[in-house]
């Protein structure tokens, strides 16, 4: 029998680094003498791999590799510095701990940030044991392309029925359906609800403590007809 799948989006899902992802962005415009579209647009890119997401923030008039070269340095100049930080989320810790528990349960991430940013995560808050599949910008196409799924279910022996993609943006959303997995959103990201449900979330949870159960009702399997 093959086992459950549970995968979680890092930014706006589990980690609350919306004022870190924003500054950098500001201090990216700034420094190549460009405008920086506002706080909306910038939280609407959040998810894509970084040269995807700097090309749809800032239009193509400087090199993508320029633009990813100068976030990259920044963010990492500005991190952990006062005001920074990347907090976990309200109930995020005690709702991994709880899913990590379950038998044929397995945890994964999918997110557009690199593999080095995911292990700063990692080491930050003593993740090492705790996820089977990490599936992040380097090795596959950016959401909403669903190759981050798919990787994450063969490298577990997951089946899409019993995979869950857990994310806050409409890229998660898109990248659940095209997989063929069930989407969960969640109403404390970057991204509002009525959006992330037009891109095709199955659910929406109002708080962390509340995916357990979703995500349990989304494993189950369904009833046998009687007869």
Same mark, same amino acid.
């Given at each position: 029998? #093959? ?21 950098? !962005? ?43 070269? =100068? ?39 999918? =997110? ?19 996820? @089977?599949?990490? !599936?992040?910008?380097? #090795? ?42 069930? @989407?969960?959103?969640? #109403? ?10 037009? @891109? ?6 109002? !708080? ?8 349990? !009702? ?7 007809? @009687?007869?």
């Amino acid at each position: 029998m #093959s086992p459950d799948l549970v995968l979680f989006d890092l930014d706006g899902t589990l980690l609350n680094s919306a004022e870190i992802i924003i500054r950098t !962005q500001e201090l990216t415009a700034a420094e190549h003498g460009l405008a920086f579209p506002g706080r909306e647009k910038g939280f609407s890119i959040i998810g894509l791999s970084l040269d995807i997401a700097l090309a749809e923030l800032f239009g193509d008039t400087v090199p993508a590799a320029d633009l990813s070269a =100068t976030y990259k340095r920044i963010f990492g100049q500005l991190r952990g510095t006062p005001g920074m930080e990347e907090p976990l989320f309200d109930g995020i810790a005690a709702t991994l701990a709880d899913v990590a528990g379950w038998d044929r349960t397995r945890l994964g991430i999918a =997110t557009g940030k690199t593999r080095r940013g995911v292990d700063y995560v990692v080491d930050l808050y003593g993740w090492h044991d705790l996820f @089977a599949t990490i !599936q992040t910008a380097d #090795s596959a196409p950016s959401k909403p392309h669903p190759g981050m799924i798919r990787q994450a279910m063969a490298a577990t022996g997951a089946d899409p029925s019993r995979t869950v993609m857990i994310g806050d943006s409409v890229h998660d959303m898109r990248m659940a359906k095209a997989a063929g997995v069930t @989407a969960i959103a969640v #109403s404390w990201g970057f991204q509002p609800p009525a959006m992330l449900i037009a @891109a095709g979330a199955d659910v929406v949870a109002a !708080q962390a403590h509340d995916l357990p159960a979703l995500i349990r !009702q989304a494993l189950r399997p369904p009833a046998r007809a @009687a007869g």
